[in-house]
């Protein structure tokens, strides 16, 4: 079956300007997790869904970023007044809580690129 | 200090060698432990679970010391396909929840 699909595979844009990031998850899926990994490093955890609502919201690195889910589906990652530090891959994963493992399934991540 | 810490690397080792890595954890709380691989601009995918009681899946071998909250992969008779990085993962709840990475362990494997 399908995987984790995320648009834009890639988005360059200019300081100041707003982004959106989508995520698709596998369906079925109630889980949801957002995370960003500069070149390099490692993945930091931004945000998670368990259905609609994010009871761990710890990981927005300012309240520039923020996040919503509708439909127990596709999230969006919205970036606000963009700077060249938030230039890093947005990498989105899905999950079914309740599964031996708690696997989370990736997908190919959006890269990011702030002028 | 980092809720998990791993080995930084880069590990360099020939064909057929056995190479271990090593992550340790902060948080007594944690409860799910997990080695993912990520592969050079790639998105990381799950290798194993890591269990109490130790697990095994072909070469890779993987230990859970919740006492000294440490975590490690064995890895025998490496393979040129095992070149990647190897990302350590903490979850504190078993069912869903935050989930914190390590920076990763890079492994090169040498003809």
């Known amino acids: 079956g399908a995987g984790v699909s995320q648009s834009p595979s890639n988005k360059v844009t200019e300081k100041g300007k707003d982004v959106e990031l989508r995520c698709d998850p596998i369906s079925g899926h109630t889980a949801l997790y957002w995370y960003r990994q500069s070149l390099g490093q490692g993945l930091e955890f931004l945000i998670y869904?368990?259905?609609?609502?994010?009871?761990?919201k710890s990981g927005l690195p300012s309240d520039r970023f923020s996040a919503e889910r509708t439909g127990g589906s596709v999230s969006t990652l919205t970036i606000q007044r963009t700077q060249q530090e938030d230039s890093a891959v947005y990498l989105c994963?899905?999950?079914?809580?309740?599964?031996?493992?708690?696997?989370?399934?990736f997908g190919p991540g959006t890269r990011l690129t702030v002028l | 200090r980092k809720e998990v810490e791993q080995d930084p690397g880069p590990f360099n080792v020939p064909e057929g060698a056995t190479v271990a890595f090593n992550c340790t954890y902060s948080?007594?709380?944690?409860?799910?432990f997990f080695w993912y691989r990520q592969d050079c601009r790639k998105e990381p995918k799950l290798l194993m679970s890591?269990?109490?009681s130790g697990n095994e899946d072909g070469r890779f071998t993987a230990q859970l010391n919740r006492a000294s909250q440490y975590i490690s992969l064995l890895i025998r008779d490496s393979k040129l396909s095992d070149s990647a990085t190897y990302l350590c993962?903490?979850?504190?709840?078993?069912?869903?929840?935050?989930?914190?990475f390590g920076d990763g362990t890079t492994l090169t494997v040498k003809p």
């Open positions: 948080n007594s709380a944690s409860q799910s």
């Open positions: 890591v269990y109490s």
């Open positions: 994963a899905s999950s079914l809580p309740g599964a031996s493992n708690n696997e989370q399934f």
């Open positions: 869904f368990q259905g609609n609502s994010a009871p761990d």
């Open positions: 993962v903490v979850t504190f709840n078993t069912n869903a929840g935050k989930s914190t």
